[in-house]
T-cell receptor
C-alpha cells in the first residue's frame, strides 16, 4: 500500500522554529511536496524536493533523504499567520499525475 | 483573478440526487486533477486529465462518478445517486507540467453535503 506518516499536531510560539517530519512508503517515488492549507482554504504549494538535500524558500525549508524515505519541512521565525495544516505529498509516477497526500499536521502558533 | 475557480462553492443535496460541479483551471494549464478531501484528511486523488483525455482514475471513483473535460479547458465532475458518504470537499487543481512536477494549483473547492 501507499502511506505517508506525519505528526497530527504541533504547537509553537511566535518566533520559534518548527520541524514537521514526513515518512513515506509508496510504490514509486519521484519527489516530495509540501502544501499549506488554512481553515476553509485551498491547499497552496510550498516546496518540492526531487533530490536529496535541503531546499530553502524564505522562512521555509524542506529536506529530503530518499534512502531513508524521509523528509521534513522547517518553518523559521514563526508568525501567527503560519497557523494552518501542512501536508506532505508524494509524486509517485514519472508522468507527474496524482499526488498522494499525508493526513496533515495542524500547526498552532501562539503569541 | 487568474487562479483556479470552482462552482458552486457549496452544495446541499438529498440522498439519491445527482450533482455536478465545475472547475475552470488556470488558462494555460493542460493538466487538471480532481481530489476529494474529508475532515482531518489530506486530499485524495480522484482523476486526472491531460487536455481533454482522462488518463487516470482512482479506485475511489465509483461508477456513480463521472468527469469530463470536453474541450481541454473547464471540467465537470458529476455524482449520480448521491450517498451520505459522498459528503466532502471536492477540490480541483491544475498544472502546466512546465513548472516543478510537485506543484499543483488548487481551487477553493466545492463543499458537498448529502442529507
Amino acid at each position: 500500500g501507499q502511506s505517508l506518516e506525519q505528526p497530527s499536531e504541533v504547537t509553537a510560539v511566535e518566533g520559534a522554529i518548527v520541524q514537521i517530519n514526513c515518512t513515506y512508503q509508496t510504490s514509486g517515488f519521484y519527489g516530495l511536496s509540501w502544501y499549506q492549507q488554512h481553515d476553509g482554504g485551498a491547499p497552496t504549494f510550498l516546496s518540492y524536493n526531487a533530490l536529496d538535500g535541503l531546499e530553502e524558500t524564505g522562512r521555509f525549508s524542506s529536506f529530503l533523504s530518499r534512502s531513508d524515505s524521509y523528509g521534513y519541512l522547517l518553518l523559521q521565525e514563526l508568525q501567527m499567520k503560519d497557523s494552518a495544516s501542512y501536508f506532505c505529498a508524494v509524486r509517485n509516477d514519472q508522468a507527474g499525475t496524482a499526488l498522494i497526500f499525508g493526513k496533515g499536521t495542524t500547526l498552532s502558533v501562539s503569541s | 483573478d487568474t487562479g483556479v475557480s470552482q462552482d458552486p462553492r457549496h452544495k446541499i443535496t438529498k440522498r439519491g440526487q445527482n450533482v455536478t460541479f465545475r472547475c475552470d483551471p488556470i488558462s494555460e494549464h493542460n493538466r487538471l486533477y480532481w481530489y476529494r478531501q474529508t475532515l482531518g484528511q489530506g486530499p485524495e486523488f480522484l482523476t486526472y486529465f491531460q487536455n481533454e483525455a482522462q488518463l487516470e482514475k482512482s479506485r475511489l471513483l465509483s461508477d456513480r462518478f463521472s468527469a469530463e473535460r470536453p474541450k481541454g479547458s473547464f471540467s465537470t465532475l458529476e455524482i449520480q445517486r448521491t450517498e451520505q458518504g459522498d459528503s466532502a470537499m471536492y477540490l480541483c487543481a491544475s498544472s502546466s507540467g512546465t513548472e516543478g512536477m510537485g506543484e499543483q494549483f488548487f481551487g477553493p473547492g466545492t463543499r458537498l453535503t448529502v442529507l
